[in-house]
């Protein structure tokens, strides 16, 4: 109840008809055409992955991706509508315990 959590959908990183991985990112989708290949895409990893926090999705242009630099994946931690934290990946991943230190 502290913490408004949610998720925006963006472009897919690694669509089969683009730069595939094969099922090592758990899922395999191409990539979206139209903001309906990215709502049921979204939809599809939220069921997935037994995902229940909000998801939203990024418009076709990509606007929140392009403006918030979100490719390939960060996190945003924002009060008062001010953003205190952006997280950039090491190796693919973020320290939990540095997350949970700043909130």
Known sequence: ????????????????????????SGTLNNSHKTIQDRIECSKKFQSTFDIEIPMYCDDMNNDFQNEMSAWPFRFYILQYNKILEIGYPEDCSYEIESISNLL
């Not at 109840?1 to 090592?24: C, Q, R």
Request: charge should be negative.
């Open 1 to 24: 109840n502290k913490f408004n959590i949610i998720i925006i959908y963006i472009t897919e990183a690694h669509a089969v008809d683009v730069w595939p991985i094969g099922l090592s």
